[in-house]
């Protein structure tokens, strides 16, 4: 593992090979100064020497032509006379001095050879090695050229002599100095150093990028889950303690019923859900997220926070793209949803941990509320989330003081605007006279004694309320309170004596709800059946409905999930579901309850569909009363 002293090297490296490419740029910066200011001063120097010329040749001559020039100095003494000023001139840093002219043709010819030895002839061709003595001709501007790979030459000065606007001749001068080679002496040795040190720089920063490149395939390793490509449980080890939560939202998300995929279809399919829906999460994130592999089928996401994408969108987000993709393998087809739980503000929480463990207790709720939705904490309800969440001890120091009470909800027919039955919903008043809703509590005291001790309480406070009265009541039970032997003495004991009151009520099993043995919940159906009761399924649509079962047991009603109802209004799949049910149960003579009618717009969608009964906060809270139909819709 690369550590934060290697990466520090890495980046020290990095910076020193900067550093001496720069150091390299600014040594030859300098060479190129000096080599200018040599330049500069030797052609000021021989500037002045060719005007001097000038004025001895043309202007005290009165040459006014190219011809004129031409015949001046095909007079041998003239010649010889000026020849020797230039050889005059020429010092050792003057290596040639020319004076040329073009013929006719455009051809340079040798009017003046200054140099001591091995003299041009008069009039002979000069061949050029530049453009440049034609640029200094044509434009009657001064031309310097620099010499490479020419012995001793440093640079050729070209000096065009004009009159009247027309060049009749260049002065041409090489030039050769010491000056440079000293220069270069000096400084080529520094350079060389500095380009070893580079070199080595580039070395090691190769080595450390390599050395990077190892530890993130082995990063990857370590920190990817094989089968999902996510980040795993050591990456959020790896990041926690550098992760800002006030940056994020966290969010813990759960498959609902994996086991029963894996125990249906096999573990190999299983697989391919799991990963399918990886993907699915993945796609469904914005590249700021962090989505990793929690454990099984629960995945953690920090959802960083953005004023045009919130958690709650992302969530949604996600929650409707696996709803809405058709998981197909073998032949199968499978229907998956997953339930969210939401920590809005974890940066409220001491560390990561607790934020993680609110973020897990909402999908706890979520998972009891009926699964397939997102329930949010954004740290304004700690008191009534966290605080509320009770034990078993609350529950029975609750039933020891009579704090358990029930609320009643009206179910509405909108054919009749008639209220046809209540629904009781447990309540529990705690030491402050706070009402506590039943997902603060009973999550917690699933499958234990208590559990059937509140339901006895229940049964025992609406049997007691109801059994004067004319009205309709439904009471909800789970598959083990149906086959608890207490349970079923106290309905069978009340409803045989009973049986006005026995008409009256039904008993709303969880479809959600694990049944393990069929032929035990059949026969406990039938008993209800026999005293005179109904039955209705609730929460239908939220599991893996048994149709062939449903119809076995002769169920009065169905009451769909409030997770299928919530965006039947805007959810085209949502309500095409509904639209089956509907029809699933006019068939098999059943009347259809929805519940969670939160809004007017799902209100009349529902009448669309024909719908029996609606039950909802649009149409009325849950209330200790029972209200009129007057006091609805308000």
Do not use: W
């Amino acid at each position: 593992m690369v550590k934060k002293k290697e990466i520090f090297l890495f980046v020290i490296f990095i910076l020193l090979g900067i550093f001496f490419i720069y150091i390299y740029g600014f040594i030859k910066n300098i060479k190129e100064d000096l080599y200018t200011k040599v330049e500069s001063n030797k052609i000021e120097e021989i500037s002045y020497l060719f005007k001097n010329i000038k004025n001895d040749i043309i202007i005290e001559n009165k040459i006014e032509d190219t011809n004129d020039l031409v015949h001046l100095l095909s007079k041998t003494d003239n010649r010889v006379k000026y020849e020797k000023y230039l050889t005059f001139l020429s010092n050792p840093s003057i290596k040639y001095i020319y004076l040329l002219t073009k013929d006719d043709k455009g051809r340079f010819r040798f009017l003046l050879d200054g140099s001591k030895t091995d003299k041009a002839h008069f009039y002979q061709k000069f061949d050029v090695s530049s453009e440049k003595y034609n640029k200094a001709y044509i434009s009657k501007m001064p031309q310097v050229i620099k010499q490479k790979d020419m012995g001793d030459l440093y640079l050729t000065y070209l000096y065009p002599i004009v009159i009247d606007g027309k060049t009749i001749a260049i002065l041409s001068v090489d030039i050769t100095t010491k000056v440079q080679h000293q220069i270069r002496k000096l400084i080529e040795p520094l350079e060389t150093f500095f380009i070893i040190l580079i070199i080595f720089i580039f070395l090691l920063v190769l080595m450390s990028i390599m050395q990077l490149f190892y530890y993130f395939i082995t990063r990857k390793k370590i920190f990817t889950d094989p089968l999902t490509q996510l980040y795993n449980r050591n990456y959020l080890n790896e990041i926690s303690p550098m992760l800002n939560l006030s940056h994020y939202s966290v969010a813990m998300l759960d498959l609902d019923k994996f086991k029963v995929i894996n125990d249906t279809y096999g573990h190999k399919i299983g697989d391919y859900v799991l990963a399918k829906s990886a993907e699915i999460f993945k796609n469904s994130i914005r590249a700021t997220d962090i989505l990793i592999r929690y454990g099984g089928e629960e995945f953690l996401l920090f959802i960083y926070n953005r004023d045009d994408d919130s958690s709650q969108k992302v969530c949604q987000r996600i929650r409707k793209n696996i709803n809405s993709f058709e998981f197909k393998s073998e032949g199968n087809d499978i229907k998956v949803n997953v339930s969210i739980g939401l920590h809005e503000k974890p940066s409220l929480e001491k560390n990561i941990t607790e934020a993680i463990k609110i973020a897990d207790k909402m999908l706890y709720i979520a998972k009891n509320e009926g699964r397939n939705r997102v329930i949010s904490y954004d740290g304004k309800q700690k008191k009534k989330v966290i605080t509320n969440t009770k034990g078993i001890d609350f529950v029975k120091e609750a039933l020891e003081n009579d704090k358990v009470v029930c609320y009643y909800q009206p179910i509405y027919n909108p054919d009749t605007k008639e209220i046809i039955k209540y629904e009781a919903l447990v309540r529990i008043i705690d030491k402050d006279g706070q009402l506590i809703a039943p997902i603060f509590f009973l999550p917690e005291i699933k499958d234990t004694n208590m559990h059937y001790k509140i339901t006895q309480r229940i049964l025992s406070i609406v049997f007691d309320k109801f059994k004067d009265n004319d009205e309709s009541v439904s009471i909800n039970m789970n598959f083990s309170d149906l086959i608890n032997s207490d349970i079923e003495n106290t309905i069978v004991d009340t409803l045989q004596n009973n049986r006005n009151l026995a008409c009256r009520i039904t008993f709303e099993i969880l479809e959600s709800d694990e049944i393990d043995n069929i032929t035990l919940f059949k026969e406990k159906i039938d008993l209800i059946h026999s005293l005179g009761a109904t039955i209705s399924i609730d929460d239908f649509g939220s599991g893996y409905s048994n149709f062939r079962t449903i119809l076995d047991i002769e169920a009065n009603y169905l009451k769909i999930d409030g997770s299928l109802i919530k965006y039947i209004d805007v959810n085209i799949k949502d309500f095409k579901v509904v639209e089956s049910i509907i029809h699933f149960a006019k068939v098999a003579n059943m009347k259809i309850i929805a519940e969670f009618v939160h809004s007017p717009s799902v209100y009349y969608k529902l009448l669309e569909l024909d719908i029996d009964y609606v039950q909802g906060y649009y149409i009325s809270e849950p209330t200790a009363i029972l209200k009129t139909k007057d006091e609805l819709f308000n």
